[in-house]
C-alpha cells in the first residue's frame, strides 16, 4: 500500500513506470466509451472516497471516470455534506471510519497538513488531489500530455509563467525528478514555495527563477501558467494580479518560445488575465488534451498505490 502525496516521495524509477504505465493502458484502451471498464477491471470490488474541501471539474469527473475504467467504484464526499472540516469530528476518527469503508481515498483540501494528518491514521492509500502545497496528480498528467506530443521530457525546457503557485511548487519536484529544466518567471513576492526550490537545489535540479517572462520562454519547448488568484489565496486579489500583469502568456511572449513549442493551462482558466484567448484557443495549445489525460495519468496512479 502506497500513498501519492508529493511527487519528491516517489523515485525516479516508480514516477517513470507510471508515466509508461498511463501510455500503455491508454493506448491499449482505444476509443472505448468512457465508463467501459479494461478488459483487466484491477480495481474489480474496490472503492474510491473522494473528499472536495474545494471546487472541482477535472478532478472530480476524471478520478470518478479513472475508478471506473479500472472497473471500481466511487463516492464523493463535499466538505459541507459530512462530518468534516466543522470541528464536529476529527480528521483522526473520520480516517478511522473511511479506512473501513473503502479501499483507497482522495482529497483535496485547503491544508496540506490535512493530508499528513489524514495518512496518519488511515489504512488504506490516500492521494492528493490538491491542497496549498502542491497538484501533483496534475503535474503527471501534464508530463504525460507532454510526452505524447514531444517525446521525453529529460533534458527539455518548460517555462512557467506567472503565480509561483501549488501546481508549481509541484512542477519543481517533477523537474528535479524527470530531469528537465524548468524556468520559472514571477514577481519576486510571489515565488514557489522555498523548501521546495531549496530541495530542487540540493538534487541539481535545472531551474532557474527569474522575474523577467522574456528570458523564461526563450528556447522553452512548453510554456505553462495558471490563475494568478488560486482557491486557496487569501492576501489581496487586486494587489496580487497587478504585479502579474507583465506575466501575461500572448502571442508576444509565445513569438520569444520556440516556435514549435506548446502551451499548458491546467484549468480552470481566467482568460485575458494570464493567458489572452487567443492563445488559449490557439493552435500551440493543448489543454484539452491536458484535461483529458487526468483520467489515464490518475488510472496508473491508483494502480501504483495498490502495489
Ligand atoms: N486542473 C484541475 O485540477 O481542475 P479542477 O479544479 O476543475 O479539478
Ligand atoms: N492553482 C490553482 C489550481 C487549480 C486546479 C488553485 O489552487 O486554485
Not at 509541484?170 to 513576492?189: D, G, H, R, V, W
Amino acid at each position: 500500500m502506497k500513498n501519492f502525496i508529493n511527487i519528491s516521495d516517489l523515485s525516479r524509477d516508480e514516477l517513470r513506470s507510471i508515466i509508461d504505465k498511463a501510455k500503455k493502458r491508454k493506448s491499449e484502451r482505444g476509443k472505448k466509451p468512457h465508463s467501459q471498464p479494461d478488459e483487466d477491471q484491477p480495481l474489480n470490488g474496490k472503492t474510491m472516497i473522494m473528499i472536495f474541501e474545494k471546487t472541482s471539474t477535472r478532478t472530480r469527473i476524471s478520478f470518478d471516470l479513472a475508478v471506473k475504467q479500472l472497473g471500481g467504484s466511487s463516492i464523493i464526499l463535499n466538505q459541507d455534506e459530512f462530518h468534516y472540516g466543522k470541528g464536529d469530528e476529527t480528521i483522526k476518527d473520520t480516517a478511522k471510519v473511511l479506512s473501513q469503508y473503502a479501499d483507497i481515498l482522495m482529497i483535496r483540501t485547503d491544508l496540506h497538513k490535512n493530508v499528513d494528518e489524514f495518512k496518519k491514521y488511515l489504512e488504506i492509500p490516500i492521494i492528493n488531489g490538491l491542497t496549498d502545497k502542491g497538484h501533483p496528480c496534475q503535474v503527471m498528467s501534464d508530463i504525460l500530455t507532454f510526452e505524447e506530443l514531444k517525446g521525453e521530457i529529460k533534458g527539455k525546457t518548460i517555462a512557467w509563467i506567472g503565480d509561483g503557485n501549488n501546481v508549481a511548487n509541484s512542477f519543481i519536484e517533477a523537474a528535479t525528478s524527470f530531469e528537465f529544466k524548468l524556468n520559472i518567471a514571477c514577481p519576486k513576492k510571489y515565488q514557489p514555495d522555498k523548501k521546495i526550490i531549496n530541495f530542487a537545489k540540493k538534487n541539481k535540479c535545472k531551474l532557474l527563477i527569474t522575474d523577467n517572462p522574456l528570458k523564461a520562454v526563450e528556447g522553452a519547448d512548453c510554456i505553462m501558467t495558471d490563475k494568478w488568484i488560486s482557491m486557496s489565496d487569501k492576501g489581496n486579489k487586486n494587489t496580487k494580479k497587478k504585479a502579474l500583469r507583465k506575466f501575461q502568456v500572448n502571442k508576444k511572449l509565445m513569438s520569444y518560445a520556440k516556435p514549435d513549442s506548446i502551451f499548458m493551462h491546467c484549468l480552470p482558466a481566467s482568460r485575458d488575465e494570464e493567458v489572452t484567448s487567443d492563445i488559449m484557443d490557439g493552435k500551440q495549445s493543448v489543454v484539452w488534451l491536458q484535461a483529458f489525460n487526468r483520467i489515464h495519468a490518475q488510472k496508473s496512479i491508483i494502480e501504483w498505490c495498490f502495489k
